[in-house]
């Protein structure tokens, strides 16, 4: 196998060690910190790191140091899978976090069920981390399908009923076209038009497809370069048709669109990060800058940070003994209703849900969202 790169961040390292037990809390991490999805994927792990320095500077967990050890996966599934297994196999993690995209995230997942190993808030929406229980899986954002929802339920508001769906070719982009018809059901609607979404498109093709079926609303599954291309290409027809996106890369798309955001619909799983409330954004953003006074907030940093909120609260379940699996995986489905100050989550030994939040932003010209 061949040498990868990869990174460990070792969160708090610059405290006395003194303050804790000799015995750590290791968890594993396989995330993009680099290729397309880099931004999001460090922005993830800052947002993490941010709340496991914070409980690290309280004297830890039980008196234990969190260490989070990240590999890069670049995006890739592959990788995703072989990192999951270094980070089981040989540095012994407790649980492997905070991954992110669907296909990287079920790679993962695959390993770490495998390993009877917990997979905790990895950053996907795909219907595989719900549509059956497993005991070692526990998502923490809201899936894609009661985002699919949101964005059906708010172009028939506006009488926009001409839907397009973009998907992955793909097992998961496939269940996300069937998910997105049974959204459609649910207002007496029949999809327009449903077009595979290849990771380099013919943007140009796509935009007259759409505007050949009058469309008036398209959104996506998949990557969100090649939907930003398929808005650009649109947008030079003079297309009429409105574009919505799931929240997977909400601020990189709009950076990328620029001025063409403008309108860009997105649902989000978390609250706006740059609010004065719920009481969780403001400690989200306290934390943020502790450890880094010159850290834009964002989406993909708060959903880093409420995911390490949540595992923490299942190591504090747990118990006071040297943490374990098993423990864990009990220690989460211990929370029940969790409310973590305005997002909350629901975990039992019958079924790992948890949160239901999903809520929708608008992209400004400028390159904001308003709430």
């Not at 998502?139 to 985002?147: D, K, N, T, W």
């Not at 018809?181 to 077009?195: G, P």
């Amino acid at each position: 196998m061949r040498v990868k790169l990869w990174r460990s961040v070792l969160v708090g390292c610059c405290l006395a060690s003194s303050a804790f037990a000799a015995e750590e809390i290791v968890l594993g991490q396989t995330v993009a910190l680099s290729g397309p999805m880099a931004e999001h994927g460090k922005a993830i792990q800052a947002g993490a790191r941010a709340y496991f320095s914070r409980i690290n500077a309280d004297g830890g967990v039980h008196g234990r140091r969190i260490v989070l050890k990240s590999l890069d996966d670049g995006g890739d599934a592959n990788r995703a899978a072989e990192n999951t297994a270094r980070l089981i196999d040989q540095e012994r993690v407790l649980a492997v976090f905070a991954g992110a995209e669907g296909g990287p995230c079920i790679a993962s997942m695959k390993v770490a069920i495998e390993r009877k190993t917990p997979l905790v808030a990895c950053l996907a929406g795909a219907a595989e981390f719900r549509e059956s229980y497993n005991r070692y899986v526990f998502p923490v954002r809201a899936g894609h399908q009661l985002e699919f929802e949101r964005l059906v339920d708010t172009a028939a508001q506006f009488g926009q009923f001409r839907m397009a769906f973009l998907h992955s070719d793909s097992e998961t982009g496939r269940k996300h076209l069937a998910n997105v018809r049974k959204a459609l059901a649910r207002h007496q609607l029949d999809l327009t038009k449903a077009i595979v979404l290849p990771a380099k498109p013919d943007a140009e093709a796509i935009a007259r497809e759409l505007r050949e079926a009058k469309v008036d609303v398209a959104f996506n599954h998949g990557s969100y370069a090649a939907f930003a291309a398929v808005i650009t290409a649109s947008r030079k027809l003079g297309a009429a048709t409105r574009f919505m996106a799931v929240n997977s890369g909400a601020q990189q798309m709009v950076r990328l669109l620029a001025g063409e955001a403008q309108g860009l619909v997105f649902t989000q799983v978390v609250p706006f990060p740059w609010g004065v409330a719920p009481p969780v954004v403001r400690e989200y953003q306290r934390d943020l800058q502790a450890v880094d006074a010159a850290a834009d907030f964002s989406f993909s940093s708060l959903e880093g940070y409420l995911s390490a909120r949540v595992l923490v609260a299942g190591l504090q379940q747990a118990g006071t003994a040297t943490p374990n699996r098993e423990a864990l995986v009990n220690g989460l489905e211990k929370l029940g209703q969790y409310d973590l100050g305005g997002y909350a989550v629901s975990y039992s030994p019958r079924q790992h849900l948890g949160s239901s939040f999903v809520d929708t932003v608008i992209a400004t010209r400028d390159g904001r969202f308003v709430h």
